[in-house]
């Protein structure tokens, strides 16, 4: 899950570079022209699949604009193009929306909240099979990144906490060759890595993210300036992303061929992403996001994201208190600064489209 995230020296790069512009800076006028940047994950293959196929196109179309797509290999490095304002939208876990550009001072709206992470992150023990036997031990992880969270979260559930384990920072491209290597007895992971390692015979899946449902959220993140400005971007991106996944999760025909074309772009086959799907809560209609992103538990589970970037520094050394920075949601209500708003939860565009008026 998100590939390629870096470590904390790209977060503090994203971060400075994002303070030195002015808060949503991205747009400060109506325009015609849009960019979105995305990278490879389960949840975000449908954004490629939408442009090659012409469904950005064809909404884009319907409002008089353009929308241009762009992959972009590197995870972090998407978001720090976005940061920087080099694309008015991109593809983001709402905790790194938090951390790099919101935390920089650039003000983003959570445009689609379009999945939360439901398997398809795990805690691997090497010949250990409950989750307290992670004690003592060394852990190999993305140090900063969700799996950080993740780990931390499924400490609490047993007692434990950060301080009764090790961490060894560990890139998601080395995680399997770690693993095999013999010098690693435990471990966090994302798919497809975690798959492939826990087919390994001494390893055992002691806690996967099933067990927090809705907190690993996946979304498309956009400058709030430039959808204040152009509401046309929002209802463009969001009809093209549910007639998106209207097809792929069709079980017919075309929906056979579209996951096979996403899991072939991914770097594996149907099976292979229909088991990445199967753990991945796709919010599959507007409906589905509206009632996910509306409803008041995820303010609470929030509050733990934010609390644990601040924890660890990714609100930048100069923030004095977690409340430094506001986050807003659908209902008005806000955690944090009312006065430093940054990033805000929209319900506006998954309503319409419930509504059947985009």
């Not at 002015?22 to 015609?32: I, Q």
């Not at 389960?42 to 954004?47: D, E, F, H, I, S």
């Not at 826990?198 to 959220?217: F, M, Q, R, T």
Request: charged letters at 25%; a negative charge; glycine letters at 8%.
């Amino acid at each position: 899950m998100r590939p390629h995230f870096k470590n904390i020296l790209n977060l503090a790069i994203a971060v400075t570079a994002a303070a030195m512009l002015p808060a949503g800076s991205a747009s400060a006028a109506p325009k015609k022209d849009f960019s979105v940047c995305w990278t490879i994950y389960a949840g975000w293959m449908p954004w490629g699949y939408a442009n090659e196929k012409g469904i950005i196109k064809k909404w884009a179309d319907k409002y008089g604009i353009t929308i241009s797509v762009t992959q972009i290999q590197d995870y972090v490095e998407c978001i720090n193009q976005y940061t920087a304002g080099k694309f008015d939208a991109a593809t983001s876990t709402t905790m790194d929306a938090l951390a790099i550009p919101s935390a920089g001072g650039v003000d983003t709206t959570v445009l689609i909240a379009g999945d939360y992470s439901n398997g398809n992150d795990g805690i691997i023990l090497k010949g250990k099979t409950k989750l307290e036997d992670i004690k003592g031990q060394k852990v190999n992880l993305l140090e900063l990144s969700v799996s950080h969270y993740f780990l931390a979260r499924a400490l609490s559930s047993v007692g434990l906490t950060e301080k009764d384990v090790t961490i060894v920072n560990t890139s998601d491209v080395d995680w399997i060759s770690a693993y095999k290597s013999g010098g690693v007895s435990a471990i966090v992971a994302w798919n497809p890595a975690l798959a492939t390692i826990d087919a390994e015979a001494d390893a055992n899946l002691v806690y996967d993210s099933s067990k927090l449902p809705g907190e690993i959220v996946d979304a498309l993140i956009a400058s709030t300036a430039v959808l204040k400005d152009n509401p046309t971007l929002g209802k463009a991106l969001t009809g093209a992303w549910f007639e998106t996944l209207g097809i792929m999760m069709k079980d017919d025909a075309e929906g056979k061929a579209a996951r096979e074309s996403m899991g072939k772009a991914s770097g594996t086959d149907l099976a292979g992403f229909d088991a990445q799907i199967k753990s991945t809560k796709l919010f599959v209609t507007p409906a589905e996001a509206y009632a996910f992103v509306t409803d008041p538990g995820e303010k609470a589970k929030f509050d733990s994201v934010r609390k644990f970037s601040f924890e660890k520094g990714l609100y930048g050394q100069a923030a004095k208190s977690v409340d430094d920075i506001g986050i807003e949601f659908p209902d008005g209500s806000v955690l944090g600064s009312k006065d430093n708003i940054k990033l805000r939860f929209d319900a506006t565009y998954k309503k319409m489209g419930a509504d059947g008026k985009l």
